[in-house]
């Protein structure tokens, strides 16, 4: 996972994201301003890298038109900068219905971590999603417990094998 903290334009972001490419990087978190949305297809598209963002939209209608863009391989809702428990499950089911998996973005305090430490352990399953509703809960029990593990081995193949990828 690399964060770029949106610092890119599309050119450069495209220079570096193959790089990490090469790296085998699984996502490259906000490569570009979050309001550049042909941006963000664009680098869907061009990259095998998976891309991902959201942490600063902060409501479901921003929300909605992002998911609908197709631009994000990844959504990062921020549940504190949505204004709580009931926007955050509102922009999941956004997600979940676009199919696009979550990965929660968290910063902040240790509220905000235990909070985020709920939401995952009762997010609904995704069909073909890292969860622990199916079967990467035993992948991630074998292994030294690192979400992004799982990931590699099941949630979004992206130009790689969906396989465990050597694990």
Same mark, same amino acid.
């Given at each position: #996972?690399?964060?770029a903290n949106?610092?890119?334009?599309?050119?450069?972001?495209?220079y570096?994201?193959?790089? $990490?490419?090469?790296?085998?990087?699984y996502? +490259?978190?906000e490569?570009?301003?979050?309001e550049?949305?042909?941006?963000?297809r664009?680098?869907?598209?061009? $990259?095998?890298v998976?891309i991902?963002?959201?942490? %600063?939209? +902060?409501?479901r209608? *921003?929300w909605?038109?992002?998911?609908e863009?197709?631009?994000?391989d990844?959504a &990062?809702?921020?549940?504190?900068?949505?204004?709580?428990?009931?926007e955050?499950? !509102?922009?999941l089911a $956004?997600?979940?219905?676009? +199919?696009t998996p979550?990965?929660?973005?968290?910063? *902040? @305090?240790?509220v905000?971590?235990?909070?985020?430490? &709920?939401l995952? %352990?009762a #997010?609904?399953p995704?069909? *073909?999603?890292c969860?622990? %509703?199916? &079967?990467?809960?035993?992948?991630? !029990?074998?292994?030294? *417990?690192?979400a992004?593990?799982?990931?590699?081995? !099941?949630w979004? @193949?992206k130009?790689? @094998?969906?396989s465990?990828m050597g694990m």
């Amino acid at each position: #996972m690399v964060d770029a903290n949106h610092c890119y334009n599309t050119h450069d972001a495209f220079y570096v994201g193959r790089a $990490l490419e090469e790296l085998d990087a699984y996502w +490259f978190e906000e490569p570009i301003a979050p309001e550049d949305l042909d941006g963000y297809r664009e680098l869907r598209a061009g $990259l095998k890298v998976n891309i991902s963002g959201g942490e %600063a939209e +902060f409501n479901r209608w *921003g929300w909605r038109t992002i998911l609908e863009n197709r631009g994000l391989d990844i959504a &990062q809702p921020e549940v504190c900068a949505l204004g709580g428990i009931s926007e955050y499950l !509102r922009v999941l089911a $956004l997600c979940h219905a676009h +199919f696009t998996p979550v990965i929660n973005h968290v910063w *902040g @305090s240790a509220v905000a971590v235990a909070t985020n430490l &709920q939401l995952l %352990a009762a #997010m609904p399953p995704l069909p *073909g999603a890292c969860t622990p %509703a199916n &079967q990467c809960s035993s992948l991630i !029990r074998r292994t030294t *417990g690192s979400a992004t593990i799982c990931l590699r081995s !099941r949630w979004i @193949s992206k130009g790689r @094998s969906s396989s465990t990828m050597g694990m």
